[in-house]
């Protein structure tokens, strides 16, 4: 009897508080806020589901952490768009994967660059969202910058595209009409927000570019595959630049490399230096209606003789050798670049996470338990370096299942 009592209590704990039971989901739908489905965006040089063999780069050697989420009951997309694009195409982009149709990066913006007006189709992962809905946007590294810039065009639209619309009687893609509010929340993570000085370096293309084929070689060498026969799509067809039938990745690499679209402002070269998120930040600010969530990453240690700060053990080797030791080390007071942009993990200054800060209007406020709308909510720093926190470099002392499973719990939670 005493055991019987025993169950009844617990059962009826769990019926009340809706506790989990292991393999289930982490929390019962009736106590959420909100039903809104997450979208995973990844930043530079990132990859779809379909690519690198499988090979994901939303958990990497970890997992999958879409498939986490969902077997959660937190229904779950990625999204692919160009990995060395600009954020206005990959915003551009963005929206044509979630809503439906033929991407238009906008009549004027084309003009203006000097690249196709037009890319690719698509059915469409969310097509009600026309019909109404919200989503949650969890990006990482430049899929922030991406997912603040989607969130003022589809709010705001644009002035620029309007007009050229308007006096050249062309065609206007919905999404620079503006009056759409379905982003109920954007989680940055690792986002270098105010740009990072990583594009500082002398040889800035081929140390970038070395370190798009690090990132790809060790995702082959993860999934076993070998790096000739890698599958990875780098999404520029605007700028005519789609592998052709027979090319080898080398190839297609070298020629990538030596194209003009790296003296255009339209990449994310550009989007990524202090200069360009600046430009960005003036333009792109936090909406009223979404909330904003930052989390923050570091890996490097202070030199008490220098005051520069050099990587911990346990980086990623790249990053390690190539990129943390200029970051740790480059000061600019021309540019204001001080001591407090060389902590970094790797990739991104850590300072530079927490939320638009140069020419931004936004508000940044440390999280105290509540999420508040049309700020920036700073969730903190974690010790973890630019690849560890999506599980492409594994570190078995930061549990990244628990991470991503409490995150989006905190986002069901949001009153819409």
């Known amino acids: 009897m005493k055991c019987c009592r025993i169950m009844f209590v617990l059962l009826g704990l769990w019926f009340v508080f809706g506790l989990s039971v292991p393999g289930g989901r982490t929390e019962a739908a009736s106590l959420r806020a909100n039903d809104a489905p997450i979208v995973l965006l990844h930043g530079f040089t990132g990859w779809g589901r379909e690519e690198?063999?499988?090979?994901?780069?939303?958990?990497?050697?970890?997992?999958?952490?879409e498939q986490w989420l969902n077997d959660n009951?937190?229904?779950?997309?990625?999204?692919?768009?160009?990995?060395?694009?600009?954020?206005?195409?990959?915003?551009?982009?963005?929206?044509?994967?979630?809503?439906?149709?033929?991407?238009?990066?906008?009549?004027?913006?084309?003009?203006?660059?000097?690249?196709a007006r037009f890319g690719r189709t698509y059915p469409g992962l969310l097509p009600e969202l026309k019909r109404g809905g919200r989503i949650h946007i969890i990006a990482h590294s430049q899929g922030g910058q991406t997912a603040r810039m989607l969130v003022s065009l589809l709010e705001n639209g644009s002035?620029?595209?309007?007009?050229?619309?308007?006096?050249?009687?062309?065609?206007?893609?919905?999404?620079?009409?503006?009056?759409?509010?379905?982003?109920?929340?954007?989680?940055?993570?690792?986002?270098?927000?105010?740009?990072?000085?990583?594009?500082?370096?002398?040889?800035?293309?081929?140390?970038?570019?070395?370190?798009?084929?690090?990132?790809?070689?060790?995702?082959?060498?993860?999934?076993?595959?070998?790096?000739?026969s890698q599958v990875y799509d780098f999404k520029l067809d605007q700028w005519g630049l789609r592998r052709q039938p027979g090319e080898?990745?080398?190839?297609?690499?070298?020629?990538?490399?030596?194209?003009?679209?790296?003296?255009?402002?339209?990449?994310?070269?550009?989007?990524?230096s202090v200069s360009g998120a600046e430009k960005l930040n003036q333009w792109v600010q936090a909406s009223p209606n979404t909330y904003y969530l930052s989390f923050s990453?570091?890996?490097?240690?202070?030199?008490?003789?220098?005051g520069n700060h050099y990587p911990e053990l346990g980086m990623n080797a790249f990053s390690a050798v190539v990129c943390a030791p200029f970051l740790g080390s480059y000061r600019n007071p021309t540019l204001g670049i001080d001591d407090r942009w060389l902590e970094n993990d790797g990739i991104v200054n850590t300072v530079s996470m927490n939320g638009p800060k140069r020419g931004s209007s936004d508000r940044i406020v440390p999280y105290d338990g509540t999420l508040k709308k049309g700020?920036?909510?700073?969730?903190?720093?974690?010790?973890?370096?630019?690849?560890?926190?999506?599980?492409?470099?594994?570190?078995p002392s930061f549990d990244i299942r628990a991470f991503y499973l409490r995150l989006a719990e905190q986002l069901a939670s949001l009153q819409p």
């Open 159 to 228: 002035q620029e595209e309007r007009e050229y619309a308007k006096a050249h009687n062309v065609s206007l893609s919905p999404l620079f009409e503006g009056g759409h509010h379905f982003v109920l929340s954007v989680t940055t993570i690792a986002t270098p927000h105010d740009g990072t000085t990583l594009v500082n370096m002398v040889d800035f293309t081929d140390r970038f570019f070395d370190l798009q084929k690090a990132v790809l070689e060790a995702a082959a060498v993860a999934s076993n595959v070998p790096y000739t």
């Open 73 to 115: 009951g937190y229904r779950t997309y990625t999204l692919a768009v160009g990995p060395l694009s600009s954020n206005w195409d990959r915003a551009c982009e963005a929206y044509a994967q979630l809503v439906g149709g033929t991407v238009d990066y906008g009549a004027a913006h084309a003009a203006k660059h000097g690249h």
């Open 52 to 65: 690198m063999f499988g090979f994901k780069y939303w958990g990497g050697v970890r997992g999958d952490i």
């Open 375 to 395: 700020v920036w909510n700073d969730m903190g720093t974690y010790n973890v370096d630019h690849l560890e926190i999506i599980g492409v470099d594994p570190n």
């Open 248 to 272: 080898s990745f080398d190839h297609y690499f070298e020629r990538l490399k030596r194209s003009p679209v790296w003296t255009s402002t339209d990449t994310a070269r550009y989007d990524l």
């Open 297 to 306: 990453t570091e890996r490097t240690y202070r030199g008490a003789l220098t």
